[in-house]
Nanobody, 126 residues
Framework: QVQLVESGGGLVQAGASLRLSCTVS????????MGWFRQAPGMERQFVGG????????YYTDSVKGRFTISRDNAQNTVYLQMDSLKPEDTAIYYC???????????????????WGQGTQVTVSS
């Protein structure tokens, strides 16, 4: 059974940084594409960014490009979301997700992802 556990959320002021972590257990981490999504109250779940199984490809939604960075450590079965220059509009519950893929393509659709973490709250005050 594949399990994903996020950590690192919290309350910060605008302009601050946070790093979220997502640790995967129960599967072959090196074969999965990892994604980060977020969901604000009353909104649909939104793709934030993703990283291919090898770490050789990353993709971000436009609103976070240049501010957020995704990386992975396959030896630690962990993916990271470094969030800099945070804005109040980044406030949401952040989820990591995974699906098995041998390609460098990164899906932005939540329906593609088979495994999800429980989410971690990020709140950015103005």
């Amino acid at each position: 059974q594949v399990q994903l556990v996020e950590s690192g959320g919290g309350l910060v002021q605008a302009g601050a940084s946070l790093r979220l972590s997502c640790t995967v257990s129960g599967g072959t981490f090196s074969l999965v594409t990892m994604g980060w999504f977020r969901q604000a109250p009353g909104m649909e779940r939104q793709f934030v960014g993703g990283i291919s199984w090898s770490g050789g490809n990353t993709y971000y939604t436009d609103s976070v490009k240049g501010r957020f960075t995704i990386s992975r450590d396959n030896a630690q079965n962990t993916v990271y979301l470094q969030m800099d220059s945070l804005k109040p509009e980044d406030t949401a519950i952040y989820y990591c997700a995974a699906y098995t893929s041998g390609s460098q393509f990164i899906s932005t659709s939540p329906a593609t992802y088979d495994y999800w973490g429980q989410g971690t709250q990020v709140t950015v005050s103005s």
